[in-house]
């Protein structure tokens, strides 16, 4: 074989894998997103738990960058679409654990678990309508590595009244 025809056939073959690597921190630069220090837990625990090639993380509100939360009911003073933006800033605050726990997103393999949690009335009954927001936020940041298992549940009430919280496993490079 001549070396002009396999070193197309090599970029040929490479491209696609090459091409399927995204870098995170220019995507969340393109989505608007910026990530921040998480604040100290309110509690006796940690935010994120590493073991092994997975990391564990505990559950976070919608917490923005300078601290505060939404808060609200859904089915009373919030909207699905309010919801959903919670469940979005929620995913950011989870990154931004993550991001502090792993050092760089980039060596994030999967998004493999996540549990919704929607403080809700009890006739409200569009709970993944909400944490979609956090589950499309994966996967526009991601691609298919943010596609996961989920459970999407609602509950009477949350620490502080928080609107949505939520928990991630995400596995990781070693």
């Known amino acids: 074989m001549k070396k002009p025809l396999l070193i197309f056939i090599l970029v040929s073959c490479l491209t696609p894998a090459i091409a399927q690597k995204t870098d995170v921190d220019k995507k969340l630069k393109e989505l608007g997103i910026e990530l921040f220090a998480p604040p100290k837990p309110l509690a006796n625990y940690v935010r994120a738990v590493r073991t092994g090639n997975l990391v564990y993380l505990a559950g976070h509100g ?102 949505v919280e939520i928990e991630m496993i995400v596995e990781v490079e070693n």
């Open 62 to 163: 919608p917490t923005k960058s300078d601290g505060s939360n939404t808060t609200g009911k859904l089915g009373k003073d919030m909207t699905i679409e309010q919801g959903y933006e919670a469940a979005k800033q929620t995913g950011i605050a989870l990154l931004s654990s993550l991001k502090g726990e792993i050092g760089d997103l980039n060596k994030v393999k999967r998004i493999v678990k996540v549990f919704g949690m929607v403080n809700c009335t009890p006739e409200f009954v569009d709970q993944p309508k909400v944490i979609n927001g956090f589950s499309d936020l994966m996967v526009s940041i991601f691609g298919d590595k943010g596609k996961h298992a989920r459970s999407a549940v609602g509950m009477i009430s949350l620490p502080n009244g928080i609107a």
